[in-house]
């Protein structure tokens, strides 16, 4: 009786599972399975959307009222969303941070002026060698400061935590704005950044580098912000500027040296000033301290 009911049981299954695949199944039960697929593409979109990064929510915005998936085409849209989004996230990768004129900048024209600047320190494990002998003592030029290349050690160290550079600009400008660089902690081969500078002020010198100080204003880097730092000048000059002197005034804490990675200094040439007025900083600027 059992081996009965077993074999009626499969052979009903089997004519059912042929109708239903000859039928399709019910009306119904499509509309069903319809609305309960239509509703988890609608919830994951929405969870995607607020995990999404912002640059690539911009560019699904932009194609919003392209072809839905599995239309003809459909395969070369989303081929060109991705390569507009590669595309615009290399273009971000490649513009500066700062986004405003570097006239300290090396390639520019700038330069470090070695007489009025503290003396480079001196690490003894430091050495440049020929097949293998290590003969001469080597650091980084206090000229390091003015390029962009900040990679971990390519630094100039000064001994202590006070210290300073004076910089000739590429031109003369009337400045507004400085930025100061470091690197993050993550890649420090030390594991930290103490020996980033802390404090610091900025001065003016007038009638070619050589003349009184005019202070610009004191700051403070912040050694867990961004590594990247804009700070705009607390008091105005009149005149346009050639030199500009940066003063260390403490670390963040390390008893040997201190490292500048990047020192960058903003304004308006002398020339545009009449036309086109001062260089507004960007509003994202870091507040300054009080002196």
């Known amino acids: 009786m059992s081996v009965v009911f077993?074999?009626?049981?499969?052979?009903?299954?089997?004519?059912?599972?042929?109708?239903?695949?000859?039928?399709?199944?019910?009306?119904?039960?499509?509309?069903?399975?319809?609305?309960?697929?239509?509703?988890g593409s609608r919830l994951y979109n929405y969870q995607a959307r607020l995990w999404m990064p912002k640059?690539?929510?911009?560019?699904?915005?932009?194609?919003?009222?392209?072809?839905?998936?599995?239309?003809?085409g459909h395969a070369e849209l989303v081929d060109q969303e991705t390569?507009?989004?590669?595309?615009?996230?290399?273009?971000?990768?490649?513009?500066?941070?700062?986004?405003?004129?570097?006239?300290?900048?090396?390639s520019a024209g700038a330069s470090v002026i070695e007489a009025g600047t503290s003396?480079?320190?001196?690490?003894d494990k430091a050495k440049l060698s020929w097949h293998g002998i290590g003969f001469l003592n080597y650091e980084m030029?206090?000229?390091?400061?003015?390029q962009p290349d900040v990679h971990p050690g390519k630094c100039w160290a000064f001994p202590g935590s006070r210290g300073h550079a004076l910089v000739k600009l590429a031109m003369k400008i009337i400045p507004t704005a400085v930025t100061l660089e470091h690197i993050p902690e993550k890649v420090s081969p030390s594991g930290s950044v103490s020996s980033a500078p802390k404090e610091f002020s900025v001065h003016g010198i007038s009638k070619q580098c050589e003349g009184e100080e005019i202070f610009l204003g004191q700051f403070l880097y912040n050694n867990t912000g961004a590594t990247v730092q804009t700070f705009e000048l607390q008091h105005e000059v009149s005149e346009s500027l050639l030199c500009v002197k940066l003063k260390i005034l403490s670390n963040w804490g390390h008893m040997k040296y201190t490292?500048?990675?990047?020192?960058?200094?903003?304004?308006?040439?002398?020339?545009?000033?009449?036309?086109?007025?001062?260089?507004?900083?960007?509003?994202?600027?870091?507040?300054?301290?009080?002196?």
């Open 141 to 146: 030029p206090p000229d390091a400061i003015l």
């Open 83 to 106: 390569s507009n989004l590669v595309n615009y996230v290399l273009k971000k990768l490649r513009e500066d941070q700062v986004q405003m004129a570097d006239y300290a900048l090396k």
């Open 259 to 291: 490292c500048v990675y990047r020192f960058r200094v903003h304004g308006t040439p002398a020339a545009t000033r009449g036309r086109a007025g001062a260089q507004a900083p960007p509003p994202q600027l870091s507040r300054a301290l009080t002196p």
């Open 6 to 39: 077993i074999l009626t049981f499969f052979l009903v299954g089997f004519r059912n599972h042929v109708w239903l695949r000859e039928t399709g199944p019910p009306q119904k039960s499509r509309r069903f399975y319809a609305v309960i697929t239509e509703y």
């Open 119 to 123: 003396e480079s320190y001196k690490n």
């Open 55 to 72: 640059e690539q929510l911009e560019l699904l915005n932009l194609h919003a009222a392209g072809e839905p998936p599995g239309a003809p």
